[in-house]
């Protein structure tokens, strides 16, 4: 027995722009909205129509500072704590 499963990729979902009738009116529409800032695909549905998608990049976030992860063995809490102790007293 196999299983489907879907993958779901990251990032903003698709939105219909426009729906056409030819490749040729898509592409020139996928043209006049391509930037920077927006991203365009065209896909042919079931009828023969052609979708225009866009989405929207947006600024990309800036780096996060790194969480420090728990110490896992006991020496290192311990350490850790008396780190923290040694903080406290300064």
Known sequence: MTTNQTVVLPGKPWTIHTTCETYDAAAAIKEELTSEKLQVKIRRNANDNFLV????VGIPKGDKAEKKSKPKTRAGRRAEKMKRKNDQIK
């Open 53 to 56: 998608k866009t989405r929207d």
